[in-house]
T-cell receptor, first 114, second 116 residues
């Protein structure tokens, strides 16, 4: 079946530090991959996505590259800010269409301190 | 701005009460909406897939009679937690897929349900 594994948190970083949150997946075929962010008390917001191998998704300084050979989609940011403190979810859908439910990882809580 | 509106955002009620949560797609038609449940500090678990004009498809282990889903129009799906008990306390989130578009789903802001 389809599954997503991401590194367990919490992750605590100082402001301007480099961030990596690892995510690997198991899926049949060619899934679409996503990173969602959840700020305290809020719903999920799409952070970035990639729909095929070697695609790089990017947004707000965050990046992730779809690596089919390693079945990975690691999230990176060169310099984190306090406002980046949130829970980050890696997710996939087995098809490119959005008309299928998402399979989520367990989430990684990031705390950035000034 | 928000493209999916979920209401209420927070509800506290007594055990035995039934609670209805609405999920509306704003300015677009959604043939499919998904309902997820999130326990504290855990991931989202798919509860059911709601299709306009037909019965919802529930995931294994989710009680159909407990969590009633109605998708009466292309812009509205409702989740009713019937005779709620403290173990139903959770964060419920809906998402909607924009019809005729190959785009990611849009999520509502979630509903925090607390049963006393």
């Amino acid at each position: 079946g389809n599954s997503v594994t991401q590194m367990e948190g919490p992750v605590t970083l100082s402001e301007e530090a480099f961030l990596t949150i690892n995510c690997t997946y198991t899926a049949t075929g060619y899934p679409s991959l996503f990173w969602y962010v959840q700020y305290p008390g809020e719903g999920l917001q799409l952070l970035l996505k990639a729909t095929k191998a070697d695609d790089k998704g990017s947004n707000k300084g965050f990046e992730a590259t779809y690596r089919k050979e390693t079945t990975s989609f690691h999230l990176e940011k060169g310099s984190v800010q306090v406002s980046d403190s949130a829970v980050y979810f890696c997710a996939l859908t087995p098809l490119a269409s959005g008309n299928t439910p998402l399979v989520f990882g367990k989430g990684t809580r990031l705390s950035v301190i000034a | 701005g928000a493209v999916v509106s979920q209401h209420p955002s927070w509800v506290i009620c007594k055990s035995g009460t039934s609670v209805k949560i609405e999920c509306r797609s704003l300015d677009f038609q959604a043939t499919t909406m998904f309902w997820y449940r999130q326990f504290p500090k855990q991931s989202l678990m798919l509860m059911a897939t709601s299709n306009e004009g037909s019965k919802a498809t529930y995931e294994q282990g989710v009680e159909k009679d407990k969590f009633l889903i109605n998708h009466a129009s292309l812009t509205l799906s409702t989740l009713t937690v019937t005779s709620a008990h403290p173990e139903d306390s959770s964060f419920y989130i809906c998402s909607a897929h924009r019809r005729h578009r190959n785009q990611p789903q849009h999520f509502g802001d979630g509903t925090r349900l607390s049963i006393l």
